[in-house]
């Protein structure tokens, strides 16, 4: 090897001496722009103030070339973040630019507040709530590259836990109000119906006749069980998202947790639900909530194996419930369901969970899974 080919392997002597320099530069400014930053407030960033200079400020973020910038500021944080939240690394990349470039502490207080209002925005479509400053300050910076990136996993997606991007806070809620509704404090514990026992159809009827009349009571109440779940969610999946029911843009509900709040909320604008007892409202939200985590879980798990070398011929061709049957008979394992995922399932967009449905429905390729064995 020449000392031609050792000059073009060296690294860049500037970019070795901004390396070394970076950490001195950052401490010396770091002081200085946590003071900047500790100064921008809760109303600045959702844009709430009616000071006049905090208007002014507003509106020149709202300029492309700022909002380039700005966007410009989150793929760099994305790209060095590492483990920090985004307060953290923002400061130092703010601490940085002082140093280097001499940047008014003005217009760095300007910068940030842009940066924490595109981040907001962004969240807001994610999570399905626009997020206070504590909160955005909070967000892991790993997380930024997909809050960038305008695609996301939907529902029966097997990526969609890698997909999350919410911050701590908003995660917190929706794994506290999923609990709170598959688990509610008072609700019965089985299915069951208001109006009494359905009547059963002769070919399950007439087999039971010949058991003797505790056992034929016993299999009288599950069959009437079953058939009420069946109904229960016939009526939900089948009838209220048809496609000739359910405007999917005007639904109102941001997320599928908004949608199964609203229905915890207001039992009664839901056909679903409307002639029910209280324990039996709080029992069947408990159940929808299951089964959507269950349909997710059947879907990915099919989509998965599909990508996978040996699986793909194998399943090439079958439908989901076929692919299902085949896959039971070979014992694959299921998708693991935590905590992380079944958040990701709860903070998709409802529209797209009813496009999901009435789409799935319309191809004759949507399958409920049975209720788990307890």
């Not at 989150?74 to 483990?83: H, K, N, P, V, Y």
């Not at 039971?208 to 299999?219: M, S, T």
């Not at 089964?291 to 194998?314: C, D, F, N, P, T």
């Not at 079958?318 to 049957?325: E, P, W």
């Amino acid at each position: 090897m020449s000392g031609d080919d050792l000059e073009l392997d060296a690294p860049d002597t500037e970019e070795l001496l901004r390396d070394v320099r970076r950490p001195g530069i950052i401490a010396a400014n770091r002081p200085m722009v946590e003071e900047m930053d500790a100064g921008i407030g809760e109303p600045m960033v959702a844009g709430t103030s009616a000071h006049p200079r905090v208007r002014a400020i507003i509106a020149e973020l709202d300029d492309a070339g700022v909002r380039t910038r700005i966007v410009g500021t989150l793929r760099t944080l994305a790209d060095e973040g590492g483990e920090g939240t985004l307060r953290h690394v923002l400061l130092d990349h703010l601490a940085l630019l002082r140093g280097e470039r001499g940047i008014e502490v003005a217009r760095l207080q300007q910068h940030a507040i842009g940066v924490y209002r595109e981040v907001r925005t962004r969240l807001a479509a994610r999570q399905g709530l626009a997020p206070d400053l504590d909160e955005i300050r909070q967000l892991p910076a790993g997380r930024l590259a997909r809050l960038l990136d305008g695609s996301r996993a939907g529902f029966g997606d097997p990526s969609l836990r890698d997909d999350l991007v919410c911050t701590p806070a908003a995660f917190a809620r929706a794994r506290t109000a999923l609990t709170r509704l598959m688990r509610p404090a008072e609700c019965d514990p089985h299915w069951d119906d208001a109006a009494g026992q359905p009547a059963l159809p002769r070919e399950i009827e007439e087999p039971l006749l010949a058991l003797a009349p505790e056992e034929r009571d016993a299999a009288r109440r599950l069959a009437a069980r079953d058939r009420i779940r069946s109904t229960f969610h016939r009526s939900v999946f089948l009838v209220w998202f048809a496609a000739d029911e359910l405007d999917v843009a005007g639904s109102g509900f941001a997320t599928v947790l908004d949608w199964l709040l609203a229905i915890e909320e207001t039992p009664h604008l839901f056909p679903f639900m409307q002639g029910q007892t209280p324990g039996q409202k709080a029992w069947r939200l408990a159940r929808l909530a299951d089964k959507l985590l269950q349909m997710h879980e059947i879907y990915a798990r099919v989509a998965h194996y599909r990508g996978q070398g040996a699986w793909s011929a194998r399943l090439a061709g079958l439908d989901t419930r076929s692919s299902l049957a085949l896959l039971s008979r070979e014992r694959a394992p299921a998708m693991p369901m935590g905590p992380e995922l079944m958040v990701a399932v709860m903070l998709l967009p409802f529209p797209d969970l009813a496009a999901w449905i009435q789409a799935r429905v319309a191809d004759k390729d949507f399958v409920l899974p049975p209720d788990p064995k307890r």
